[in-house]
């Protein structure tokens, strides 16, 4: 159902943001916004929910128990993806608001 997958992508997300989903500059600002107990899924938005849809074939492939399974999460990821497509505007940064990386080199 759509609230088992909320609730499994909260979950997801939560316990990978620190360990796969953050850029190593992120770190340490992660650590200082979680630090008063708050989770991550109630801090970061949807740029950082789309890094978890990056590496969730990669964490599915740990957790689904079926074929099944994993066919109708995956239907319901991409259900997802396209409502966050449609809303892009209200849930994503303007350009302009991001920050480049320095260049290492």
Known sequence: SEEELAAG??????K????ALLYRSEREQAKQALSDGRVACCV???EHLIRL?????ELMAVAVANETQAANVTTMVQ???VW??????T??????AYIDA???G
């Open 53 to 57: 849809f990056i590496k969730l074939p």
């Open 84 to 89: 966050m497509t449609d809303r892009s505007s």
């Open 9 to 14: 992508l909260r979950t997801y997300f939560d």
């Open 102 to 104: 320095p260049q290492h």
């Open 16 to 19: 990978a943001l620190q360990v």
């Open 44 to 46: 970061y938005g949807a």
């Open 91 to 96: 849930l994503f940064l303007p350009r302009e």
């Open 79 to 81: 259900d997802l993806m």
